[in-house]
């Protein structure tokens, strides 16, 4: 069992002071712990997935059982980099340099100094696409920022933490902008791969869904078996096998046209290669933490995205079983792999086979109309961010979680002003329930990182 920091919980009078507040909770190595946070855009839902990543990744390690965390990325944050430039100036025209290293330390601080003089410079907008999970990035912000409701602390302050960058390996797909920048806005211990997809990694299913190939035609069938069956995986001997079938006395037949296209989309999109070794799967690491990049930064339709999380989630069982590390997938805007059958492939199975596997889903959705329920039936714990998004979604979760009724109440604002209040108020704090067995109230645990 391992012990994660959660955060600030409501005081407990059975409890020793000192360790009266502090949250945590146990994570299984037998079983999943499966972990989904609701709540409005805007509520700290990434923020507060972020330190849960820091947690995990620092209290396994000192475990001594480092896991394998892959987070999947869905957008940059372009608010971040404005307020790091706003912080920057406002701290040095009020304050003395020797203040700013004590707040800050002076090697965190010295690098925002120059992160902030390129920003400033870059007169082509290379940089300012920060990505949601900058885990690489020391978060200055959440120790400039007053939390809420303690004028005397700062949103870090509160936990007793301060700003930290945390290893990051970044795999960019198709990538729209230089991996430098992208590596340089993410923070000083972020590394970004360029990522491809190997040949031999992909089952034909792949190939046939990336191509729009017909399930019951000819070329598909001749393709499925050189591929599949044979394990031909590689353009040129494929080309070569279809040739040999062809009658060499007329033209070229439309079933190897089409294979030909096939194999000539493999050939030229950069997504792809021949080489094993070059291949992103090879590259997940427990070193660090893994950051699938879905942002702008990579050229990936919907379904690519889903397709590469299938192949991750397929790789990360034969990982899981050959060498029982644990793997954590951590998927933000969860919703977006729902509507697509390999993404719902890829949920279902982490959310059925991680138990026995101990591989976790830590998940967030803000979804409005519609909570999807297979996730919070197969969640073993659910956090409230803020607010939920509509009365529908209270009431499955009152159906969910027997002591929701009792403990959640959300004030509802009586104008526009007490509103505002009311969303700085909610902002990072909301409920937690345990095991969907016992629900209370929570601030929780800042991330160190941006
Ligand atoms: N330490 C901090 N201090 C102040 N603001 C912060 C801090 N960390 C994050 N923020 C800001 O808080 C806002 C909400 O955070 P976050 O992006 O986590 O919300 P969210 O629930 O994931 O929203 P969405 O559903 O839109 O993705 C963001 O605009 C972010 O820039
Ligand atoms: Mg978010």
């Known amino acids: 069992m391992v012990r994660i920091n959660l955060g600030i919980g409501r005081t407990d009078s059975m409890k020793k002071r000192g360790e009266r507040t502090k949250r945590h909770l146990n994570l299984k190595n037998d079983e999943a712990n499966h972990i989904t946070l609701l709540g409005k855009s805007g509520y700290g839902k990434t923020t507060i997935m972020r330190g849960m990543v820091e947690e995990i990744y620092s209290s396994y390690s000192d475990a001594g059982i480092p896991p394998i965390i892959i987070v999947i990325e869905r957008k940059?944050?372009?608010?971040?980099?404005?307020?790091?430039?706003?912080?920057?100036?406002?701290?040095?025209?009020?304050?003395?340099?020797?203040?700013?290293?004590?707040?800050?330390?002076?090697?965190i601080w010295n690098y925002i100094e120059h992160y902030?003089?390129?920003?400033?410079?870059?007169?082509?907008?290379?940089y300012g696409l920060m990505g949601d999970f900058a885990i690489g990035f020391p978060n200055i912000l959440g120790k400039y920022t007053k939390a809420g409701m303690d004028e005397y602390k700062t949103l870090l302050g509160r936990h007793g933490l301060s700003p930290a960058a945390y290893p990051a390996r970044r795999f960019v797909f198709r990538p729209r902008r230089d991996i430098e920048d992208i590596a340089f806005d993410n923070g000083p211990l972020t590394e970004v791969i360029s990522s491809k997809l190997a040949y031999p990694d992909m089952p034909f299913e792949i190939i046939a869904d990336m191509n729009n190939l017909g399930e019951q035609s000819r070329?598909?069938?001749?393709?499925?078996?050189?591929?599949?069956?044979?394990?031909?995986?590689?353009?040129?001997?494929?080309?070569?096998?279809?040739?040999?079938?062809?009658?060499?006395?007329?033209?070229?037949?439309?079933?190897?046209?089409?294979?030909?296209?096939?194999?000539n989309r493999l050939k030229t999109d950069l997504l792809f290669t021949g080489d094993l070794e070059n291949s992103f799967l090879t590259k997940l690491t427990n070193k660090k933490i893994n950051i699938l990049d879905f942002s702008q930064n990579s050229e990936l339709e919907t379904y690519e995205e889903c397709l590469i999380f299938k192949l991750v989630v397929q790789n990360a069982i034969n990982v899981a079983i050959k060498y029982r590390i644990p793997v954590f997938f951590v998927v933000d805007e969860v919703q977006n792999f729902m509507k697509d059958k390999n993404g719902k492939w890829a949920i279902d199975k982490i959310l059925r086979e991680g138990r026995s596997l101990c591989i976790n889903l830590i998940c967030a959705t803000q979804y409005t109309d519609n909570l999807p329920k297979d996730i919070l039936t197969g969640s073993s714990h659910i956090g409230i961010m803020g607010k939920l998004a509509s009365n529908t979604d209270t009431k499955t979760l009152e159906k969910l979680i027997p002591d929701f009724k009792d403990v959640v109440d959300f004030d509802e604002p009586g104008s526009l002003s007490e509103y505002e209040n009311l969303k700085k108020k909610l902002r990072f704090r909301g409920y937690f329930?345990?095991?969907?067995?016992?629900t209370e109230h929570i601030e929780y645990r800042q991330p160190q990182s941006l």
């Open 76 to 107: 940059v944050d372009t608010s971040k980099p404005k307020k790091v430039i706003e912080i920057f100036h406002e701290e040095t025209e009020k304050s003395t340099e020797k203040h700013i290293y004590r707040k800050y330390g002076d090697g």
């Open 433 to 438: 329930s345990y095991n969907k067995d016992y």
């Open 116 to 126: 902030v003089k390129e920003l400033e410079k870059d007169k082509d907008l290379r």
């Open 219 to 263: 070329y598909s069938a001749i393709l499925k078996n050189i591929w599949d069956i044979s394990k031909i995986r590689d353009p040129k001997e494929v080309l070569m096998i279809a040739e040999g079938s062809e009658n060499p006395n007329s033209g070229p037949s439309q079933t190897y046209l089409r294979i030909e296209e096939t194999m």
